[in-house]
């Protein structure tokens, strides 16, 4: 198959169709949990120019790696890192406008500990995007 035409179909991860985020406003923020090196992160940051996207991951060394890449592209002022477990995350209630979750959810031990943190900093009216 067709993987440009699999892709256009599915209106893609943020596409047209993905619970509403096929447009963000400039200054919205994005939550992007387990996010690795951050590949995902500095996609998003250029898709939706003006937002700031906050990355976490659990591996120091991934972040480390991570800021590395983002200084390069020199997308460090709108991603950032940090190291911190997602079943507590450092973060206030209601601060992100979008959380975003690809590939990590599967491997978390507390479900619904997950779900209930992610809502927690996820600002009413919200959107969360989970990938497992």
Known sequence: MNTRRK???????????AGGVDALPPGATILDVGYGIG????????????????????SP???????????TFGQSP????TVADALAL????DTFDVVWSLGSAEHMPDKAALLAELGRVLNPGGRLLLLA
């Open 78 to 81: 709108w991603v950032t890192t």
């Open 90 to 93: 450092p973060y206030a209630a």
């Open 7 to 17: 892709w256009r179909r599915c209106g893609g991860c943020c596409g047209r169709g």
């Open 61 to 71: 060394r991934q972040a480390a790696r991570a800021a590395e890449i983002t200084e």
């Open 39 to 58: 590949g995902a992160s500095r996609f998003l940051a250029n898709r939706f120019r003006g937002v700031t996207v906050e990355g976490v991951t659990l």
